[in-house]
């Protein structure tokens, strides 16, 4: 342990804290598109100082040698760098190491957090197929089976009624915390759920998931957020993937109970809306014995319960430091940054301050692609899109597992290529390929019903579509908002991207049956093929690649100006594809957009993605 018996009484004032090449102006306006390790230049004895005056002020002195240690492996986070610090232990190094060699060799802590939080998710999936399934027999006993409109609401009431809570994520995170709001939103994902099994009328049906609606609005920002700030930068992407994996499972599962539930008649409708309560029951009950995020209690400025809970969350008590104190030294020049001090002007900040602009921007387009796709409309109407092609209910059914299973199944990928392949690229892969998925099945329609190929044919091209979606823009929307926003400003950046999400979601689960109605499926098929293809030009222009960045690096990224990220990708990113893919001219370079000052060499392969 540090001596600090001859400390000087002032010795905070003689703290060099404003060793950043940076200022505020490079978080709003990073014109040369520089990414600055805010450790990198100092000295060994300014750094030391440093730390020990962090130490002395958050009550960590005798974890000062800690701190230090870890304070030097974020500013040398090359191999050939920390492995000649004298500072650092062996152990230090084999964990530093270890973080590329087996960077999935974490804590139980981790994972347990992970897969409890994520299980809550299930419910998300498990709804829609309940719905899909319902949709073909409770229309019919309260008699509305000709109202695609008032199927629409009844369908959509979820995420319709999420736009009014969403906005709620800020004030609910800041008050309760992370673990706090995931128990509460839960509670929404039970009761209201299992009430639906006992309405008697459309409009108590209704009610019961305007309530679901409340607590999902919540519930679908606060979990991927949390995934994001309690999981490691190299495998962040997968770590959050999970969120769209257990919907996915969801998905599945509720296929297989409403084909379980199939046979018990007039009142299957009311077991298969209602099974979707059990996921939620293990969150609430053993939620409180996650850690809870450590960017959060700093927030709060909790530091020594934030460094209990990196902990439990890292291999090492050096790691944990590193990670805390890095975080620490974003987190000063983020509240000189995005000053927002209440809810009305953390919301104006998101619209008027450009780095956050930018963010709102990229992640609430990411959110209108995903229901451009198309596969809420495929998760909540289905088994209807089968039965108009000719299938019977058992068929339509059996057709719909195979869609639930399918996208389980592909999501798996995502674990992986997130963190490899990059979020942008797989954007740019998936999106012209599901379009003209799309578009075949649509055709399919317009071969004869007497055409034995016809169906198949149809199935096969939603299955296609659906592999696709699953490592592509499936779990994309949670990773990228969860991501984007500053610490001070994530949960209500989170929010405002729900709402967003919602009211498309909304709008398309209104308008697809009287859509299908109206126009029919080639039409319907048609105009979704289309939607991907304005979202995948979206995509190209304004929506730049985060993967292995830390959070807080992710305030360079942002701060880059919009212009010079599209004219980037029209001037230099676009003729180099085309002469590395096209002409295949393997000599081809293609100029980074981002200049890196002192980061980890693992980086630089990234630039092509960009």
């Known amino acids: ?60 002195e005798d974890k000062e040698d800690v701190f230090f240690r870890g304070a030097l492996a974020a500013q040398n986070p090359l191999e050939e760098d920390y492995m000649n610090i004298p500072e650092l232990t062996d152990d230090d190094k084999i964990a530093l190491k270890r973080e590329i060699t087996h960077k999935w060799h974490l804590p139980r802590q981790l994972y347990y957090a992970i897969a409890l939080c994520s299980l809550g998710s ?22 509305i089976e000709d109202n695609e409109w008032l199927i629409g609401v009844i369908n959509s009431a979820p995420t319709l009624f999420g736009l009014c809570s969403a906005w709620a994520a800020d004030p609910i995170n800041n008050l309760i915390g992370r673990r706090g709001s995931i128990f509460a939103t839960g509670l929404f994902c039970i009761f209201p759920v299992l009430a639906q099994a006992f309405t008697h009328s459309w409009w108590e049906l209704l009610i019961c998931r305007m309530f679901m609606g409340l607590g999902m609005g919540i519930k679908i920002s606060v979990i991927p957020i949390y995934t994001a700030e309690v999981s490691p930068a190299s495998i962040r992407g997968g770590m959050v993937t999970s969120f769209q994996l257990w919907v996915a499972f969801g998905i599945m599962i509720g296929m297989v109970f409403n084909l ?64 805390l104190y890095y975080a620490y030294r974003q987190v000063i020049e983020e509240r000189s940054a995005f000053a927002g001090t209440t809810l009305v002007r953390r919301i104006w900040d998101l619209v008027s ?79 012209p390929n599901m379009a003209w998925c799309l578009l075949a099945a649509g055709l399919c329609f317009f071969m004869s019903p007497d055409n034995s190929a016809r169906v198949p044919l149809i199935a096969f091209f939603i299955y296609l579509f659906t592999a696709l979606y699953g490592p592509g823009i499936g779990p994309m929307p949670s990773i990228y908002f969860s991501e984007s926003f500053p610490l001070s400003h994530r ?71 919009t212009s010079k990220h599209v004219v980037y990708q029209i001037k230099t990113w676009l003729p180099w594809w085309v002469k590395r893919y096209i002409f295949f001219q393997r000599g081809a370079i293609l100029k980074p957009l981002y200049q890196l000052e002192g980061y980890s060499a693992h980086h630089e392969d990234e630039e092509h993605t960009v």
Not at 124 to 135: K, R, Y
Not at 505 to 525: H, K, Q
Request: glycine share 8%; hydrophobic share 45%; proline share 4%.
């Open 1 to 60: 342990m540090a001596d600090h018996t001859h400390e000087p009484e002032d010795l905070k004032h003689h703290l060099d804290v404003s060793h950043h090449e940076h200022n505020t102006e490079d978080y709003t306006r990073n014109v040369n598109a520089r990414i600055i390790n805010p450790l990198a230049g100092l000295s060994k004895d300014n750094l030391r100082l440093q730390v020990r005056g962090f130490c002395i002020e958050h009550g960590f």
């Open 122 to 143: 299930a419910l998300q999936g498990w709804d829609n197929t309940g719905a899909n399934g319902a949709n073909l027999s409770f229309p019919q006993e309260f008699g």
């Open 260 to 323: 379980a539930f199939y046979r018990i008649g007039v009142l299957a409708w009311r077991f298969q809306l209602a099974a979707a309560f059990a996921p939620a029951i293990p969150v609430v009950l053993l939620v409180w014995f996650c850690p809870e995020s450590p960017r959060w209690l700093m927030k709060k400025g909790r530091y020594q319960q934030a460094f209990r809970s990196f902990c439990r969350l890292r291999n090492t008590e050096m790691q944990a430091a590193r990670e």
């Open 353 to 431: 301050v450009p780095r956050l602009r930018r963010a709102t921007m990229a992640s609430a387009w990411i959110v209108i692609s995903q229901q451009f796709s198309g596969i809420n409309i495929m998760a909540f109407y289905s088994s209807t899109i089968f039965s108009s092609a000719g299938y019977g209910t058992l068929s339509s059914l059996l057709a719909s597992f195979g869609f639930g299973l399918i996208m389980f199944v592909f999501a798996f990928p995502a674990l992986y290529t997130m963190d490899t392949f990059g979020r942008r690229n797989l954007l740019l892969l998936t999106f």
């Open 491 to 561: 949960e209500i950046g989170g929010a405002f991207t729900i709402c967003i999400n919602n009211a498309v979601g909304s709008a398309l689960s209104l308008t697809f049956p009287s859509l299908l109605a109206r126009v029919g499926p080639t039409a319907a098929f048609g105009l979704y093929a289309g939607l991907n293809m304005v979202a995948f030009i979206g995509i190209f222009f304004i929506v730049p690649e985060t993967r292995q960045r830390t959070l807080e690096e992710l305030d360079f990224i942002f701060a880059v100006p």
